[in-house]
């Protein structure tokens, strides 16, 4: 999704270049604003799928010390009754819908409630808009945010 959302951000940054050779200032401010939320977010997701890779190695790595005493990762102490976060993230273009996962996020030492907001957020903007699946994949993936409950 990281690749989509960035080639995206490329091709609208080139109809901002496009537009500001027709001196059209309201479209080119625009297209701009819209290229850096897609290469934004490309970003966020891009480090986010590679947290989740480095949490899940780690933890698959220390599990019986996690079980026994906890340990501690980037400054988040684990044990076993530590409660993780994690959230759908939908984005759809023409006739393609992506739904995924986000990375694990530790309940107690993240803002969640802002995460779920920035990920819910991405998809009530840019998960609708293919056909047929983007709106049922958009309303999941947004249901699935707001009913979000801690994992063991």
């Known amino acids: 999704m990281p690749g989509a959302l960035l080639t995206i951000a490329l091709f609208v940054f080139g109809s901002f270049l496009v537009s500001l050779q027709q001196a059209n200032t309201e479209m080119s401010i625009f297209l701009l604003i819209l290229s850096s939320v ?5 970003l966020v997701i891009y480090n986010d799928g590679k947290r ?6 780690w933890m698959l790595a220390n599990i019986d ?17 530590t409660e993780f976060m994690q959230y759908e993230l939908c984005f ?7 739904r995924t996962k986000t990375a694990y996020y530790v309940k107690e030492y ?3 409630p802002l ?3 920035l990920f819910t957020g991405f998809t009530c903007l840019f998960g609708w808009w ?4 983007g709106p049922f994949e958009a ?4 249901g699935t945010n707001l009913s979000a409950k801690p994992k063991l």
Do not use: K, Q
């Open 38 to 42: 897609f290469a934004l977010y490309a």
């Open 52 to 57: 989740s890779l480095e949490l899940r190695e």
């Open 65 to 81: 010390s996690i079980r026994r005493d906890g340990l501690s990762y980037n400054g988040v102490f684990i044990d076993a009754p």
């Open 92 to 98: 759809s273009w023409v006739v393609v819908t992506s």
């Open 110 to 112: 993240h803002p969640t």
């Open 115 to 117: 995460l779920n907001l």
């Open 130 to 133: 293919a056909l047929p699946r």
């Open 139 to 142: 309303l999941h993936a947004i």
